[in-house]
């Protein structure tokens, strides 16, 4: 493979990233934010950008602000789905901060509380404890938010969103000054309608909210069509079989 193995495994991560997703659907995210606006021209288009970060950057910091609590809501519910895995966990304390933890089936992995550690590689590389470090942080009756990443702190939350949009007034009070015009490219308008839906990939599953559903009109089959049919070869040599006969019929001798 030619990418190298840091940018698509999970565990050759850099663990200073503290990031548990392999998948990047950040563009996905872009492209369902600007669907309304995919078709406007380019100053209008950068408008209503303006408008949508201005907006959401005021409510994501008034919902950080009102949180009740030191860490994110993320954070806090991984936290809580660890804690109802701890009771299938048993924990052995070794020399120092260094614990085992065997569940049901067997299977031990090593914690370090002081490095902050598991041998599932999970803590280190999210910077939220996983069950086996939670189960280790109970034992010492510990507190395991106190070990959570500050990345995943109220402040870090507040910080992300702390810059500020400034409102724009109308065009037509701005400050006249003096530029050099620059006109618009030349492009030519194509004659069907402007698409706004992207084109998915064929390994791509299907978009949540669609409503529209293929139908093969060879097999009856929902999600695919004639062109892309698994067993178009079968079905149609079965269609054929009734010609090949009625062709190699010659009457009674």
């Known amino acids: 493979m030619s990418e190298p193995v840091e940018k698509w495994a999970r565990h050759a991560f850099e663990p200073s990233l503290k990031a548990d997703h392999v998948s990047n659907n950040m563009f996905e995210c872009f492209n369902s934010w600007i669907r309304e606006d995919g078709d406007k021209l380019i100053l209008q288009l ?14 994501k910091w008034a919902e950080a602000d009102k949180l009740n609590d030191i860490i994110t809501l993320y954070a806090r519910e991984n936290l809580t789905m660890n804690e109802k895995e701890v009771r299938k966990l048993q924990v052995i304390h070794g020399r120092g901060r260094w614990y085992e933890t065997v569940d049901q089936g067997g299977v ?7 490095d902050a ?19 280790v942080l109970m034992y010492n009756r510990e507190h395991a938010h106190h070990c959570v990443h500050w ?42 309608r402007p698409k706004k839906k992207r084109t998915r990939a064929t390994d791509e599953p299907r978009a949540p909210n669609a409503t529209f559903f293929k139908r093969c009109s060879l097999c009856g089959v929902l999600g695919h069509n004639r062109a892309t049919c698994p067993s178009k070869v079968a079905v149609l040599l079965l269609a054929s079989l009734p010609l090949v006969y009625e062709s190699s019929y010659c009457g009674p001798h």
């Open 117 to 135: 550690t598991c041998d599932c590689g999970m803590w280190q590389m999210t910077g939220l404890p996983c069950k086996q470090a939670v189960a």
């Open 46 to 59: 950068l408008e209503n950008f303006r408008r949508k970060i201005m907006v959401r950057f005021c409510e």
């Open 151 to 192: 990345y995943y702190s109220k402040q870090a939350w507040k910080m992300a969103y702390d810059g500020n949009i400034y409102p724009i007034p109308d065009e037509s009070r701005w400050p006249e000054f003096e530029s050099q015009t620059i006109e618009p490219q030349v492009q030519k308008t194509k004659a069907d």
């Open 108 to 114: 031990k992995f090593l914690v370090n509380t002081d």
